[in-house]
């Protein structure tokens, strides 16, 4: 009896905050302005708008996500190899800036990007002409690697840290030789860690809209744009509840991949 | 096992939720009608809750207005038009007064949103300029619903010393955002109507058109505009030019005199000047109103009165700098701000003026499609 009293708020904060926003979303997409059930909202994803907007997404978190690994994966390699004091100051100070509000951090990015901005004002005091960097698809995918690669470093380094030296020792016992050692021991091994990581990335990069108005002066429409703009602009919650199950289909996938190769929870960022 | 029993859980959790949110949208314009202020007539009470743009008061007249009248203000912010709709209609939040523009007043009145004043209760009426209650017959046929608040222009902000280096000639026009000398120097807005308004206007269209082939011959010249344009942007407009990152930008005129200071004491080497295109723009105006279901409406419509007032809306003007419609407030006034071209232009230069007009949800949603192609291409 104890033990569900002591349960209860948390199951109110799920009802209240998961399950019941959930259950609107889905409620609002399914049904049209007139109340109607309709499948109209889901269906509209294929127009040629939706689709660019959907397939520009991808394609920029699927890069960014790709960066990220490359960066990453070396890093948590290091910061293992580092051993427990000095790796962990390293992480520590990795992950100091999300203490910040990643608006802000963003925003960051906008005063150091811009045409009279710090990185074209340290360009030209060197005599180099200046680049157009913000506005750009390049600046978007910036944003995006700059605000998850904590996301993707943590889950690796998470798993880096339980290989035990003793595996990799007998390895190297057995004759095997680093790149042997690196494809066959450590990476099989941190697996799980590799694919929490992609789908922290991937996932927030997809739907972010903050980034890409930021970064992007607004000129280049993702998919979370668009449902950001159909409930504050468009006034049409219908439409971008629809949207987002869309979207919520990608999420389902990469959550169903973590459960897949994943199973213990080894990966888990926190 | 345990698994199962949560599945359970979550999908009769997830059955009454949906049965609820039904009963919700069905109901929730509805309720409130009835229990307005009127049936509480005797024991005034002695609280408002006031819905309002962000920045757009003096601090200090909140407190000088609870001190007079011993009302406890409750102040809430939003920052778009689109943003508030759904909020009142809903009514689970039940204000007193809001200030929406122009459009949205005539839809929140076609959709019986909205109570009448009791112009009784508002003496002060009488310092707002006749002009503007003229005006704000465009969305209030019968200066039924609204007390005007400020009003404004939009037209196109240019950096001197920028276009000169172009060698671009001063816009007097929005044909002249098309110049292809100006690529990446443009500055838009980012909401779709303003966007419109410009692509329209410079067209010599009405920015309440609804016909098919001009709304296309718009989205057209939008596209073929947007490889120029740098950024769309709403209130970075400001920052950008005097940042200097940009030559030209749409841009609202209430922000001028703030623009026009800040250029000033920054000691910048070039000046920031707005024009008032020759097409004719758009003509803004932002109203106190009461929602049907507000609680507490003899105190909103004494808000009305006080933010009438002349030295109060001057002070409020001098806060906001967006120019104020009231007549009363204006003669208060230095000169210099009086003739101030910018904030108070001369009524015939407005003469191709229109105000945003509300054209229905198909339309809306018709315009929102088009600038969706726009952003997309």
Redesign the interface.
């Known amino acids: 009896m104890s033990k569900k009293l002591l349960a209860a708020p948390y199951l109110i904060w799920m009802?209240g905050f998961i399950?019941?926003p959930?259950?609107?979303i889905?409620?609002y997409g399914l049904t049209g302005?007139d109340?109607a059930f309709t499948f109209a909202n889901v269906v509209s994803i294929t127009t040629?708008?939706h689709v660019?907007?959907l397939w520009l997404s991808l394609w920029l978190s699927l890069i960014s996500t790709l960066i990220c690994l490359v960066l990453a994966y070396p890093l948590a390699m290091i910061l293992r190899n580092r051993g427990v004091g000095r790796g962990s100051f390293i992480v520590f100070i990795f992950i100091l800036p999300m203490w910040m509000n990643f608006l802000l951090r963003t925003m960051a990015w906008q005063t150091l990007l811009?045409?009279?901005g710090v990185i074209n004002g340290i360009l030209s005091l060197l005599r180099l002409p200046s680049q157009?960097l913000?506005?750009t698809a390049g600046a978007i995918i910036l944003g995006m690697v700059y605000n998850f690669l904590p996301f993707m470093v943590l889950p690796i380094y998470n798993v880096l840290c339980k290989i035990d030296d003793d595996t990799i020792n007998a390895a190297r016992d057995l004759g095997a030789n680093s790149v042997q050692t690196l494809l066959r021991i450590w990476f099989p091994l941190s697996v799980p860690g590799v694919i929490s990581g992609i789908t922290m990335v991937f996932v927030p990069a997809l739907t972010t809209f903050v980034i890409s108005n930021l970064l992007g002066?607004?000129?280049i429409?993702l998919i979370g744009?668009?449902i950001e703009?159909?409930f504050?602009?468009?006034?049409?919650?219908h439409l971008g509840s629809g949207l987002s199950l869309v979207l919520m289909v990608f999420i389902l996938f990469s959550m169903a991949v973590i459960a897949k190769y994943d199973k213990n929870g080894e990966g888990s960022a926190f | 096992m345990k698994k199962n029993v949560m599945v359970c859980g979550?999908a009769a959790?997830?059955a009454v939720?949906?049965a609820?949110?039904?009963g919700m949208?069905?109901d929730g314009p509805a309720n409130g009608g009835g229990t307005s202020a009127a049936g509480e007539g005797k024991e005034a009470s002695d609280e408002l809750y006031v819905y309002n743009w962000g920045e757009y008061i003096d601090e200090d007249v909140i407190t000088q207005f609870e001190e007079e009248t011993g009302i406890r203000v409750v102040y809430d912010l939003f920052e778009?038009n689109?943003?508030m709709?759904?909020i009142i209609e809903a009514g689970a939040v039940t204000y007193d007064v809001v200030c929406p523009s122009d459009y949205m007043i005539q839809k929140m009145v076609e959709n019986d949103l909205l109570a009448e004043v009791n112009f009784d209760n508002v003496p002060n009426i009488s310092q707002i300029d006749p002009a503007y209650m003229e005006m704000s017959k465009a969305f209030d046929p019968e200066n039924k619903y609204s007390v005007p608040y400020c009003w404004g222009t939009v037209g196109i902000l240019y950096n001197t010393k920028r276009l000169e280096e172009l060698g671009v000639a001063p816009p007097t026009k929005w044909a002249d955002l098309w110049d292809e000398k100006l690529s990446?120097e443009i500055l838009m807005q980012?909401?779709?109507r303003d966007a419109f308004m410009v692509a329209l206007k410079k067209d010599g269209f009405s920015m309440n058109s609804t016909d098919a082939e001009e709304l296309g011959q718009a989205r057209q010249a939008l596209i073929d505009q947007?490889p120029l344009?740098?950024?769309?942007?709403i209130d970075q407009v400001r920052d950008k030019m005097i940042?200097?990152?940009?030559a030209v930008g749409v841009i609202y005129s209430g922000e001028m005199l703030y623009i026009q200071e800040e250029v000033a004491n920054l000691g910048l080497d070039y000046t920031l000047e707005y024009v008032l295109p020759a097409e004719g723009t758009n003509l803004w105006l932002d109203c106190w109103v009461i929602p049907k279901n507000a609680k507490n409406k003899e105190n909103a419509e004494k808000w009305m009165d006080f933010l009438c007032r002349p030295e109060i809306a001057k002070a409020n003007f001098e806060y906001i700098t967006y120019p104020t419609p009231n007549k009363g407030a204006f003669d208060l006034l230095d000169e210099e701000l009086k003739n101030n071209k910018s904030i108070f232009p001369d009524t015939d230069s407005l003469v191709n003026c229109e105000v945003f007009t509300y054209l229905g949800?198909e339309v809306?949603?018709i315009y929102?499609?088009l600038w969706?192609?726009v952003?997309?291409n």
């Open positions: 009802v399950i019941i959930l259950a609107l889905v409620y302005r109340g040629p708008e660019k907007a811009e045409k009279n157009s913000i506005n002066g607004s000129k429409l744009n668009v703009q159909e504050t602009r468009g006034s049409n919650w | 979550m959790a997830l939720s949906l609820g949110c039904k949208a069905l778009t689109e943003e709709y759904p990446g980012d909401s779709v947007k344009v740098q950024a769309y942007v940042g200097g990152e940009a949800d809306d949603s929102n499609d969706k192609e952003k997309s």
